[in-house]
């Protein structure tokens, strides 16, 4: 069974995003960006590895799965799909499927698809988000992996966004960086 991973950076107040959307306070240096390429590249953008000359290690993901909000910004940018290298699922039922060609859209029910996918063969599927979409895939997720950056936000779209009902994680690994984030690696208890 393939293992799903939302690996998600957040304020210390539980934000991923400022109430723009945009993530521009968390701290990011050229060390901290390299350090966190060679542990997790396969989470960067294909825009990253090539202006970077990199390749995506192909060792932690080879999908991606992740919501309308997440992708709209590649959307924007006119950018097919910003995770070529993944095997890329776009959960909406808004997007149009045959405009989309370069990444699969999902109109469906979102659990029954993870499902489907944690089942196929493949290496690890990476919950890009957002916090939505990971509130209704909570109980699909084996692995939080929290970048946890020196800032408050105050308000915006939360790590879990949705009524959920209480849970315990069991830290599995720390990480500190020089920029002041730190890497925390949980899994749900009693898995």
């Not at 916090?131 to 936000?153: F, Q, Y």
């Amino acid at each position: 069974m393939r293992a799903l991973t939302y690996f998600i950076a957040t304020s210390l107040d539980g934000r991923v995003a400022a109430p723009d959307g945009s993530t521009d306070d968390f701290p990011l240096d050229a060390a901290y960006l390299g350090e966190l390429a060679e542990d997790w590249g396969d989470a960067f953008p294909t825009a990253f590895h090539a202006a970077t000359g990199t390749e995506p290690p192909g060792t932690r993901f080879d999908a991606v799965v992740m919501g309308r909000a997440t992708f709209e910004p590649a959307l924007a940018a006119g950018v097919a799909d910003p995770y070529a290298h993944l095997d890329t699922h776009v959960l909406s039922a808004t997007l149009d499927p045959a405009a989309l060609p370069a990444v699969r859209v999902v109109p469906g029910d979102a659990v029954a698809h993870v499902r489907a996918l944690k089942a196929a063969p493949g290496g690890g599927i990476w919950l890009c988000g957002g916090g939505r979409l990971a509130a209704a895939l909570v109980d699909e997720i084996d692995r939080l992996v929290v970048k946890l950056n020196p800032v408050t936000l105050g308000a915006g779209r939360p790590l879990l966004d949705g009524a959920l009902a209480p849970r315990r994680w069991r830290l599995m690994s720390t990480r500190t960086y020089d920029v002041g984030v730190v890497l925390l690696e949980y899994e749900p208890e009693g898995r």
